[in-house]
Each structure stands twice: as structure tokens, then as C-alpha cells.
């Protein structure tokens, strides 16, 4: 690799000082140290090269990461090096060292020979794996997380893409491009960053989200090692989010334990308090029996006395109960999460079904069909030449006691918007070469931009136009990391689900159903957070809402 420019180099989270120092001193660490042996693959932001250090036989992954211009975006960039340096564990990737130079983070980690298990679930073609494996891999993933949680991070971007082999076939976390650091508990961070086929439902329903959601995640990597296919398949990006915030997958192949049945049915909760955390799935839960001799010794014995530190039953001897809610609103909450999935089940209806709610009697009902004329539609633009573009546009109508508001997701590779407005929203959304301006207010006419100087050039396009894009839109394109952003208040973010326990999928498992999963349980050990503001998503937001006022003034 031939860089002459400064190059600024650091091994340790400590970077603001080494950064310094550098500049104070003029050093110039070699780039020219490794060798270069093959591209590995191609991620969003670069390339991932297989190379050696000069006087080493060892081999390493240098990922090569794109900065971007704003000081912002090369924190959030810089990120994924702190992070990964901060984790020492057995089943996460090795961080090396990581600097900069002509524009780009470098990181050198270790190699994972064995390749990542998406790549391994394909050379299966087909031919499913054995349980034991299975329950090894999966136990690893588990210590790898529970460490990352451990330390107070969430990875947020946990997809069978990010999880690798070793050539001796020891699991290894990597990807820590979408990790947050947290603290404070009680609050919650304002964005998310995913991969839209294994975010979970709380992140669709601009709901809180803590260690839970990586389990969500981990459901999906789980249900994948068991039936080399992802449990939430739909054909389009509007049908995959329902499917996921429906929770409805199918059953595992029949020969699976029925603890893992369980596990993934418990993985799988809509409510992330019913989900189990990961110390849970190791050591309490009816799958760690089978999961434990795959725990490294010093890890069982660590596991066994967590174990005895068990907290105790109440006294009537059954698990903790979710706290209660008084029964006339869980009525009502019920009748407006139906009312929900009727909501969400109209936009890939015509007018027939949407008549089919207004037959119905009650509160709920009437909501739906005020909702029904409200209801936006979705909208997307695909993406230009080889640009990596695409903007998709998602309304979720949801009812609060009869309030009603709109809640709108737009997502863009690596930048994401969501705005709630009550009756009237002007949304809008930014990605490099695509500009889409909607202004409910003034009727619904799309305005958009195509092309690299989106300011310059602009295109006047049909509702119905854009909204023909969105349906065509490329569902491959849900497999890559987007950043989705939520707004700082609470308040609009409380819907019907937060209220409500239970989840409807369980159907096609009930066979399998002893009582005790029957009682009501909560796994109190969710870590709720607050983001460590690595980047200001909010304000970059902001900026974006403004600029689109501008726009629409200059329209109108
Ligand atoms: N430590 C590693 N060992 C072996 N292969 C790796 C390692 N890290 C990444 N890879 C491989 O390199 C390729 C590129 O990975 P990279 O993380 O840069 O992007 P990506 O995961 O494909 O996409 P994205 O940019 O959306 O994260 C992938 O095929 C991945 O499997």
C-alpha cells in the first residue's frame, strides 16, 4: 500500500491524546507495514483486505472505512475502531491497531479464516445442521455478546454477516461499525442502527430499546443456524416490517430439541421484557442445560454460581409477574393493538379490505376507519446508477386511547430519519445523490431530486409515482445496515404495543406449550440505557427538517 500523507495512528480508546501527540511530534506511522495479499469483500463504506505485516506470518483483516466530510460523521466513523479496542474476549474479533490516512480509517483485526455464518448457511445448500453444532456456535454467541453487554455497549447490527469462524472453528463477533456505548439507566437512545431483516419490533415501533433488541437479533441468527433461512421472509420491505412486528414466523423443523423451540419462541416475544437477556439464556433458562457443555470451565463454574445467586420466588412460589395494568386498559390497549395490525394490514389491501374494518362496531373500529382516510402511503426511490441509494418511506398509523398520529420511517443507508407529526408532516430525507421532499400539508405533491448536486436539479413526481418505486423497491437491500432515527420524545412514542404483554404468535407453537409458560414473566434484567452521544443524529435531523421548509417555501 503506497500512502505518503499523514497518517495518524492509535491503538487505544485514548485517541484524542495520541491524535495530538502525533500532530505535536510529526510522526508519520508506516502505512507501508503490511502487505496486501487479496480483497476479502466489499462493505458499504469500503473494502475488507486480507494482509500481513512485513516481518510477521500472521494474517490479518484491514478494513479500509470512507470518512465522511463532517466532524460528526468521522467520529461516528471512528467509532467502530474505539469500540472494537475496548473489547477483549474469546468470541470477538481481535482488534489490532487502526489509523488514518488520505481521507480513510484503516483497522487491522484478526482474520477469521473460517468466513462469516452467512457465508457458511449458503455452502450448506440446504442440508441442515446438527443440533450439537448449532447449540456450540450459538453458545458462543452468547458469551461474545454477554460480554459486549457486560460492558455497558449494545452491537445493534448482530446478523450471521458479522459473526465469524476462525479456522479452528472458535465463533468471533465483528462488525462493531453499529455498536453504542451507554449509560444512565432509565433512558433510551434516540437512534438505531440495524439491518432491516433482524431489527426488532420495538425499533419499527419507535419503542425503547436496550440489551433486548441484540437478542431479537440473535433470535434471527439462531432460527437461520437452524433452518439456513431467515425467519421473517416477506416480498416486500412494507411486508418484512409487518411480519416482524407481528413476531409470525414458521415452525423450526420438527427434529429440534424442544428447548430450542422454546428459546427461539422466547427470542421471538414482541415485548422485549418478555424476551430472556443472554446471562438468562446461559445459565436459567431450560436451553442452558443442553448449552452447558459448551461453556468453557472457568465460564461454568462462573455460570453455576450466578446460578445460586438465582433471586428467590415470591411466595406463592411463582415467577415475578410484569407489572399490572388495570384490566379496563388493557381493553383498551387491546383494542387498539387490533386495531394496529388492521391498520398495518391495509396498506397491502384495496379499498375491499379497508371497508372490511368499517363493518366492525366500537371505539376501536371508528379509530380505524378515521385512521383509514388519514393513512399515508409508503415511498422510496430506488437507487441511481451504482449508487448505493435508496429511500424508503414506511407509515405505521397507530391510536392512543383515540389520539391520532402519524408515524413515518424513512431509512436511508447509514442515515435515517422518523418523524411523528399529528394531522399534517412535512418529511423529508437526504441521502447522497436523492432528495424526496413530501409536504402533506399543500396536497401531496412529491417533490424530488435525482442525481449527484441534488439541489440543483429538481423533479416534480406523482404521490403514486413515488409510491410505485417503494412497492419495486430491491429486498436484498434489507440486509444491509441502515440508521434509523427516532425522535427524543417519548411521548409520541407510546402506542399501543407498549402496553400490551402479550404477542400474538405463539399459535404455532402451542402444541409445545407446558403451564409454566403459560405464567406471566418478565426477565428483569434489561439494561435500559442512554447513548453516549457519539454523534448528534437529532441535530443532523433538525437540519434536515429545516432545509425542507426552506424548500417548500421557495415552492410555495
Ligand atoms: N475479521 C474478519 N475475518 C474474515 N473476514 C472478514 C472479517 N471482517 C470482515 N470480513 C469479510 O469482509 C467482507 C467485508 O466486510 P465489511 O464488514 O467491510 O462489510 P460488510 O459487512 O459486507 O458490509 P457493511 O459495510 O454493511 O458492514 C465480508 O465478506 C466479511 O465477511
Same mark, same amino acid.
Given at each position: 500500500m503506497?500512502?505518503r500523507?499523514?497518517?495518524?495512528?492509535?491503538?487505544?480508546?485514548?485517541?484524542?491524546?495520541?491524535?495530538?501527540?502525533?500532530?505535536?511530534?510529526?510522526?508519520?506511522?508506516?502505512?507501508?507495514?503490511?502487505t496486501?495479499?487479496?480483497?476479502?469483500g466489499?462493505?458499504?463504506?469500503?473494502q475488507?483486505?486480507?494482509?500481513?505485516?512485513?516481518?510477521?506470518?500472521e494474517?490479518?483483516?484491514?478494513?479500509?472505512?470512507?470518512l465522511?466530510?463532517?466532524?460528526?460523521?468521522?467520529?461516528?466513523?471512528?467509532?467502530?475502531?474505539?469500540?472494537?479496542?475496548?473489547?477483549?474476549?474469546p468470541?470477538?474479533?481481535?482488534?489490532?491497531?487502526?489509523?488514518?490516512?488520505e481521507?480513510?480509517l484503516?483497522?487491522?483485526?484478526? #482474520?477469521? %479464516?473460517?468466513?462469516?455464518?452467512?457465508?457458511? *448457511? !449458503?455452502?450448506?445448500? /440446504? &442440508?441442515l445442521? +446438527?443440533?450439537?453444532?448449532?447449540?456450540?456456535?450459538?453458545?458462543?454467541?452468547?458469551?461474545?455478546?454477554?460480554?459486549?453487554?457486560?460492558?455497558?455497549?449494545?452491537?445493534?447490527?448482530?446478523?450471521?454477516?458479522?459473526?465469524?469462524?476462525?479456522?479452528k472453528?472458535?465463533?468471533?463477533?465483528?462488525?462493531?461499525?453499529?455498536?453504542?456505548?451507554?449509560n444512565?439507566?432509565?433512558?433510551?437512545?434516540?437512534?438505531?442502527?440495524?439491518?432491516?431483516?433482524?431489527?426488532?419490533?420495538?425499533?419499527w415501533?419507535?419503542?425503547?430499546?436496550?440489551n433486548?433488541?441484540?437478542?431479537?437479533?440473535?433470535?434471527?441468527?439462531?432460527?437461520?443456524?437452524?433452518?439456513?433461512?431467515?425467519? #421473517?421472509? %416477506?416480498?416486500?420491505?412494507?411486508?418484512?416490517? *409487518? !411480519?416482524?412486528?407481528? /413476531? &409470525?414466523?414458521? +415452525?423450526?423443523?420438527?427434529?429440534?430439541?424442544?428447548?430450542?423451540?422454546?428459546?427461539?419462541?422466547?427470542?421471538?416475544?414482541?415485548n422485549?421484557k418478555?424476551r430472556?437477556?443472554?446471562?438468562?439464556?446461559?445459565?436459567?433458562h431450560?436451553?442452558?442445560?443442553?448449552?452447558?457443555?459448551?461453556?468453557?470451565?472457568?465460564?461454568?463454574n462462573?455460570v453455576?454460581?450466578e446460578?445460586?445467586?438465582?433471586k428467590?420466588?415470591?411466595?406463592?412460589?411463582?415467577?415475578?409477574?410484569?407489572?399490572?395494568?388495570?384490566?379496563i386498559?388493557?381493553w383498551l390497549y387491546?383494542?387498539?393493538?387490533?386495531?394496529?395490525?388492521?391498520?398495518?394490514?391495509?396498506f397491502?389491501?384495496?379499498?375491499?379490505?379497508?371497508?372490511?374494518?368499517?363493518k366492525?362496531?366500537?371505539?376501536?373500529?371508528?379509530?380505524?376507519?378515521?385512521?383509514?382516510?388519514?393513512?399515508?402511503?409508503?415511498?422510496?426511490?430506488?437507487?441511481?446508477?451504482?449508487?448505493?441509494?435508496?429511500?424508503?418511506?414506511?407509515?405505521?398509523?397507530?391510536?392512543h386511547?383515540?389520539?391520532?398520529?402519524?408515524?413515518?420511517?424513512?431509512?436511508?443507508?447509514?442515515?435515517?430519519?422518523?418523524?411523528?407529526?399529528?394531522?399534517?408532516?412535512?418529511?423529508?430525507?437526504?441521502?447522497?445523490?436523492?432528495?424526496?421532499?413530501?409536504?402533506?400539508?399543500?396536497?401531496?405533491?412529491?417533490?424530488?431530486c435525482?442525481?449527484?448536486?441534488?439541489?440543483?436539479?429538481?423533479?416534480?413526481?406523482?404521490?403514486?409515482?413515488?409510491?410505485?418505486?417503494?412497492?419495486n423497491?430491491?429486498?436484498?437491500?434489507?440486509?444491509?445496515?441502515?440508521?434509523?432515527?427516532?425522535?427524543?420524545?417519548?411521548?409520541?412514542?407510546?402506542?399501543?404495543?407498549?402496553?400490551?404483554?402479550?404477542?400474538?404468535?405463539?399459535?404455532?407453537?402451542?402444541?409445545?406449550?407446558?403451564?409454566?409458560?403459560?405464567?406471566p414473566?418478565?426477565?428483569?434484567?434489561?439494561?435500559?440505557?442512554?447513548?453516549?452521544?457519539?454523534?448528534?443524529?437529532?441535530?443532523?435531523?433538525?437540519?434536515?427538517?429545516?432545509?425542507?421548509s426552506?424548500?417548500?417555501?421557495?415552492?410555495t
Amino acid at each position: 500500500m503506497q500512502h505518503r500523507s499523514r497518517v495518524f495512528r492509535w491503538g487505544s480508546a485514548d485517541l484524542g491524546r495520541q491524535l495530538f501527540e502525533d500532530l505535536q511530534w510529526g510522526k508519520q506511522p508506516e502505512m507501508d507495514c503490511y502487505t496486501v495479499l487479496k480483497v476479502i469483500g466489499e462493505g458499504s463504506y469500503g473494502q475488507a483486505l486480507l494482509v500481513q505485516p512485513r516481518k510477521e506470518s500472521e494474517k490479518y483483516v484491514l478494513k479500509e472505512i470512507r470518512l465522511p466530510k463532517t466532524q460528526s460523521g468521522i467520529q461516528s466513523s471512528r467509532n467502530e475502531a474505539i469500540l472494537l479496542a475496548k473489547m477483549k474476549h474469546p468470541n470477538i474479533v481481535i482488534f489490532r491497531e487502526s489509523f488514518e490516512a488520505e481521507g480513510h480509517l484503516y483497522i487491522v483485526m484478526e #482474520f477469521c %479464516a473460517g468466513g462469516d455464518l452467512m457465508q457458511k *448457511l !449458503k455452502w450448506q445448500k /440446504g &442440508s441442515l445442521f +446438527p443440533e450439537d453444532m448449532i447449540l456450540n456456535w450459538f453458545t458462543q454467541i452468547c458469551l461474545g455478546t454477554k460480554y459486549i453487554h457486560e460492558q455497558r455497549v449494545l452491537h445493534r447490527d448482530l446478523k450471521s454477516k458479522n459473526i465469524f469462524l476462525t479456522d479452528k472453528g472458535t465463533i468471533k463477533l465483528g462488525d462493531f461499525g453499529s455498536a453504542c456505548i451507554l449509560n444512565s439507566p432509565k433512558a433510551y437512545a434516540c437512534t438505531y442502527v440495524g439491518t432491516p431483516y433482524y431489527v426488532s419490533p420495538e425499533i419499527w415501533d419507535s419503542k425503547p430499546y436496550n440489551n433486548k433488541s441484540d437478542v431479537w437479533s440473535l433470535g434471527c441468527v439462531l432460527y437461520e443456524l437452524c433452518t439456513l433461512k431467515h425467519p #421473517f421472509q %416477506a416480498n416486500s420491505w412494507k411486508n418484512l416490517i *409487518l !411480519k416482524i412486528c407481528r /413476531g &409470525s414466523y414458521p +415452525p423450526l423443523p420438527p427434529h429440534y430439541s424442544y428447548e430450542l423451540h422454546y428459546l427461539i419462541k422466547q427470542m421471538f416475544k414482541i415485548n422485549p421484557k418478555d424476551r430472556p437477556s443472554i446471562s438468562n439464556i446461559l445459565t436459567r433458562h431450560r436451553v442452558s442445560k443442553l448449552i452447558k457443555k459448551y461453556l468453557p470451565l472457568e465460564v461454568f463454574n462462573a455460570v453455576g454460581s450466578e446460578k445460586l445467586e438465582r433471586k428467590p420466588k415470591n411466595p406463592n412460589g411463582k415467577l415475578k409477574a410484569t407489572k399490572g395494568i388495570p384490566k379496563i386498559k388493557i381493553w383498551l390497549y387491546l383494542k387498539c393493538f387490533t386495531v394496529k395490525h388492521q391498520l398495518c394490514f391495509s396498506f397491502n389491501q384495496n379499498e375491499e379490505q379497508v371497508s372490511k374494518w368499517k363493518k366492525g362496531e366500537g371505539e376501536g373500529e371508528k379509530v380505524a376507519r378515521i385512521l383509514s382516510e388519514k393513512t399515508l402511503e409508503e415511498t422510496t426511490s430506488e437507487m441511481e446508477g451504482n449508487r448505493n441509494i435508496s429511500i424508503y418511506l414506511i407509515l405505521i398509523s397507530k391510536t392512543h386511547m383515540l389520539s391520532i398520529y402519524y408515524q413515518l420511517f424513512f431509512i436511508l443507508p447509514k442515515k435515517c430519519a422518523m418523524l411523528n407529526a399529528k394531522t399534517s408532516a412535512v418529511i423529508i430525507a437526504v441521502t447522497d445523490s436523492l432528495m424526496p421532499v413530501y409536504d402533506f400539508n399543500t396536497g401531496g405533491d412529491v417533490v424530488y431530486c435525482i442525481g449527484n448536486s441534488p439541489r440543483k436539479q429538481w423533479v416534480k413526481e406523482s404521490p403514486e409515482k413515488l409510491l410505485n418505486i417503494l412497492q419495486n423497491a430491491n429486498l436484498s437491500l434489507a440486509f444491509k445496515t441502515y440508521t434509523i432515527h427516532k425522535p427524543e420524545s417519548h411521548e409520541l412514542l407510546h402506542g399501543p404495543l407498549s402496553h400490551v404483554g402479550a404477542d400474538d404468535t405463539d399459535g404455532d407453537m402451542e402444541e409445545t406449550v407446558d403451564s409454566a409458560r403459560l405464567e406471566p414473566r418478565s426477565d428483569d434484567e434489561d439494561t435500559d440505557f442512554e447513548e453516549e452521544s457519539v454523534f448528534d443524529w437529532v441535530a443532523e435531523l433538525e437540519k434536515m427538517v429545516t432545509k425542507a421548509s426552506t424548500i417548500i417555501e421557495l415552492l410555495t
